[in-house]
T-cell receptor
Framework: EPEVTQTPSHQVTQMGQEVILRCVPISNHLYFYWYRQILGQKVEFLVS????????KSEIFDDQFSVERPDGSNFTLKIRSTKLEDSAMYFCASSAEGQGLTEAFFGQGTRLTVV | GENVEQHPSTLSVQEGDSAVIKCTYS??????FPWYKQELGKGPQLIID?????GEKKDQRIAVTLNKTAKHFSLHITETQPEDSAVYFC?????????????FGKGTHLIIQP
């Protein structure tokens, strides 16, 4: 069964450092998303991406965040200068369609710990 | 923006009994309401969804109901089994599907007692 894969499963970084979280969406999917879940809190929408550009983003997704699809298979989330409050589980998701009738599949998540 | 409230935060039921998880939403423009199951160490997995043009949807032991007037929707699991133990999240969006701009509830930890 096709799945979304995320690497690494756990990333520890020092405050102020840049971090890149990687995702390999399902191969025929066209819409990509990042969500995050701070421990004990709700899963929160960060950004959606289609046709090599951001289609929607939340207030959380400020200038320190960026997304990229550097090649045909990877989808990355970069945090430029990490803060302690960026510590969370980050989930990537993909779907064959966006505002359509298709299911979105989530990866297993990357736990980011900023120290 | 949208606000989704989910109750209860923890639900313990005997194996074979039914479980009901309830969510309310605030934005009347929301039109898509998925439910996700998250097992330990895994990402959320869609188990059932409903759109605003229907009031109820069923898939084997799982059903979801939607009351647009009251802005609430519920997940019903019948004949619960040990493998149903997990965290369940409700969500809402105006996107009609996919994972665009979903607002999630806080989750319900469902425990199935043998």
């Amino acid at each position: 069964e096709p799945e979304v894969t995320q690497t690494p499963s756990h990333q520890v970084t020092q405050m102020g450092q840049e971090v890149i979280l990687r995702c390999v969406p399902i191969s025929n999917h066209l819409y990509f998303y990042w969500y995050r879940q701070i421990l004990g809190q709700k899963v929160e929408f960060l950004v959606s991406f289609y046709n090599n550009e951001i289609s929607e983003k939340s207030e959380i997704f400020d200038d320190q965040f960026s997304v990229e699809r550097p090649d045909g298979s990877n989808f990355t989330l970069k945090i430029r200068s990490t803060k302690l409050e960026d510590s969370a589980m980050y989930f990537c998701a993909s779907s064959a369609e966006g505002q359509g009738l298709t299911e979105a599949f989530f990866g297993q998540g990357t736990r980011l710990t900023v120290v | 923006g949208e606000n989704v409230e989910q109750h209860p935060s923890t639900l313990s039921v005997q194996e074979g009994d039914s479980a009901v998880i309830k969510c309310t939403y605030s934005d009347s423009a929301s039109n898509y309401f998925p439910w996700y199951k998250q097992e330990l160490g895994k990402g959320p997995q869609l188990i059932i969804d409903i759109r605003s043009n229907v009031g109820e949807k069923k898939d084997q032991r799982i059903a979801v109901t939607l009351n647009k007037t009251a802005k609430h929707f519920s997940l019903h699991i019948t004949e619960t089994q040990p493998e149903d133990s997990a965290v369940y999240f409700c969500a809402a969006s105006k996107a009609g599907g996919g994972a665009d701009g979903l607002t999630f509830g806080k989750g319900t930890h469902l425990i199935i007692q043998p």
